[in-house]
């Protein structure tokens, strides 16, 4: 059996991110893991003619900090620690999760596909590449029932 004692869910607030927290909490609850939540803040630079760029625009930490505080767990047994770090998505989430040596990143995907996948890029999918550790990627909703995944206990018959 898979041993599972720390779980890192990335998170850029979308539905499909809020979806896929859903599941992190269920299997960190199931496996009596440590939940880790990570929102990575990239910085843009404006390009500004032919004088260089122009500086990012700084970061509202403390914003990021309240929105992350706010995402609560569907169980409350589970103690959530909270990161906000600056950088290129993918590449921190797979340092973060080396660093931090996490079993499991649990993450949402977009699936964008054609034009808007070659322009955007997809950092759950180079997350699944690079990472060395088990990734599960989620791209959309996915009913209860379908998965066995419930918020509350549920009785099996004898």
Not at 5 to 16: E, K, M, Q, V, Y
Not at 38 to 43: A, C, D, E, N, P
Not at 117 to 124: D, E, I, N, P
């Amino acid at each position: 059996m898979l041993r599972i004692r720390t779980i890192l869910h990335p998170t850029d607030f979308s539905a499909s991110a809020d979806n896929a927290w859903q599941v992190a909490c269920s299997l960190a609850h199931a496996y009596k893991a440590q939940l880790i939540l990570l929102h990575v803040q990239s910085r843009v630079l404006a390009p500004m003619g032919e004088f260089g760029m122009l500086p990012p625009e700084a970061v509202n930490q403390q914003g990021l900090e309240k929105h992350l505080a706010a995402i609560e767990p569907m169980f409350p047994s589970l103690k959530v620690a909270r990161f906000v770090v600056e950088g290129e998505a993918a590449t921190e989430i797979i340092a973060f999760a080396k660093k931090n040596e996490c079993d499991l990143i649990v993450m949402g995907t977009h699936g964008r596909k054609g034009l808007g996948r070659l322009f955007m890029g997809s950092v759950a999918e180079e997350v699944v590449r690079k990472a060395s550790c088990a990734v599960l990627t989620l791209k959309q909703p996915i009913a209860e029932i379908e998965t066995g995944f419930t918020t509350e206990a549920v009785e099996i018959p004898g």
